[in-house]
T-cell receptor
């Protein structure tokens, strides 16, 4: 049981490039989340999904896209990377919403846009 | 949205000392978690505690939901406790968690 895994661990992009951050969980969790963490700050929610085929925006969705075709995978797409997207990106999952919605986090992807 | 404030922002302790970290939130919450982010950036679940008190070894947490705060107690601190402690809350069944800005803890030998 690997929990939540993310790839890559590190990435450097040039302005205007695009990339996909991968997230997979093997806990059969319905809910998945993408957060970003800027230096010295807490995490902010980018997008979340309550099940396959269903996604919704969080606090800071601009510049990102997501899809959820399976329960296990929740990739985050960056189009036209900008320096403001330099951050550490965390994926998380939880079994369900409502009471008992305990989140489990992946190790993070450190992204630098130059 | 909900405001989540943590105090103190920074804390330096001698090994063996005790400490209390506080998380205040501005609205009723359905869920609350405490995390430890270690110096390598990994987020580690400490407690899922929307109300009541829980203990796990040297750590314990209490949430008083009606008064909109939660406390994390660390006793007999160790250098491995160093890192940043975050609380995160979910409110209004919106399926969105809001994080505080954290308490940075440094335990010196």
């Amino acid at each position: 049981n690997a929990g939540v895994t993310q790839t890559p661990k590190f990435r450097i992009l040039k302005i205007g490039q695009s990339m996909t951050l991968q997230c997979t969980q093997d806990m059969n969790h319905n809910y998945m989340y993408w957060y970003r963490q800027d230096p010295g700050m807490g995490l902010k929610l980018i997008y979340y999904s309550v099940g396959a085929g269903i996604t919704d925006k969080g606090e800071v969705p601009n510049g990102y896209n997501v899809s959820r075709s399976t329960t296990e995978d929740f990739p985050l797409r960056l189009e036209l990377a900008a320096p403001s997207q330099t951050s550490v990106y965390f994926c998380a999952s939880s079994i369900a919403g409502g009471r008992g919605n305990e989140q489990f986090f992946g190790p993070g992807t450190r992204l630098t846009v130059l | 949205g909900i405001q989540v404030e943590q105090s103190p922002p920074d804390l330096i302790l001698q090994e063996g000392a005790n400490s209390t970290l506080r998380c205040n939130f501005s609205d009723s919450v359905n869920n609350l978690q405490w995390f430890h982010q270690n110096p390598w950036g990994q987020l580690i679940n400490l407690f899922y505690i929307p109300s009541g008190t829980k203990q796990n070894g040297r750590l314990s947490a209490t949430t008083v939901a009606t008064e909109r705060y939660s406390l994390l107690y660390i006793s007999s601190s160790q250098t491995t406790d160093s890192g940043v402690y975050f609380c995160a809350v979910e409110y209004n069944t919106g399926n969105q968690f809001y994080f505080g800005t954290g308490t940075s803890l440094t335990v010196i030998p």
